[in-house]
Nanobody, 117 residues
Framework: HVQLVESGGGSAQAGGSLRLSCAVT??????MAWFRQAPGKEREGVAS???????TYADSVKGRFTISKDNAKNTVYLQMNDLYPDDTAVYYC??????????????WGQGTQVTVS
C-alpha cells in the first residue's frame, strides 16, 4: 500500500523560506514531484526529480526552489526560498509519474498549506 505523507507547510513572510518534506512508504519511485494548487486555480507542477538528481522546475520557481530526493529515506524535499505571496497554495507530493504533468502521476499526498504574506 503506497502512502505519501507531506509535512513542513505553514506561514512565512515574503522573502522568507520554508522546507516541505514528503515521506513515501510502500514503494520506491524513481521520479517524484511537487505540485501546488492556489485558490481558484488549477493544480500546477512545481518541480520534479529523479533518483540521479536531475530536476525540472516550473519557470515561476526557478532559482528560488530546490527539489531533492533522499533515496535512503525514501523522502523528497522542496526547499522554498525568497517566497512570494503568489506562492500561497496547497502543495502536493506526487509519485508514480514523470515530469510536471499532473495526469502522469498515480499517487498523491494529502497536501500541505503554504501561506506567504
Amino acid at each position: 500500500h503506497v502512502q505519501l505523507v507531506e509535512s513542513g507547510g505553514g506561514s512565512a513572510q515574503a522573502g522568507g523560506s520554508l522546507r516541505l518534506s514528503c515521506a513515501v512508504t510502500g514503494y520506491t519511485f524513481r521520479c517524484m514531484a511537487w505540485f501546488r494548487q492556489a485558490p481558484g486555480k488549477e493544480r500546477e507542477g512545481v518541480a520534479s526529480v529523479v533518483n540521479e538528481g536531475r530536476a525540472t522546475y516550473a519557470d515561476s520557481v526557478k532559482g528560488r526552489f530546490t527539489i531533492s530526493k533522499d533515496n535512503a529515506k525514501n523522502t523528497v524535499y522542496l526547499q522554498m526560498n525568497d517566497l512570494y505571496p503568489d506562492d500561497t497554495a496547497v502543495y502536493y507530493c506526487a509519485a508514480g509519474g514523470w515530469g510536471l504533468r499532473e495526469s502522469a502521476y498515480k499517487y498523491w499526498g494529502q497536501g500541505t498549506q503554504v501561506t506567504v504574506s
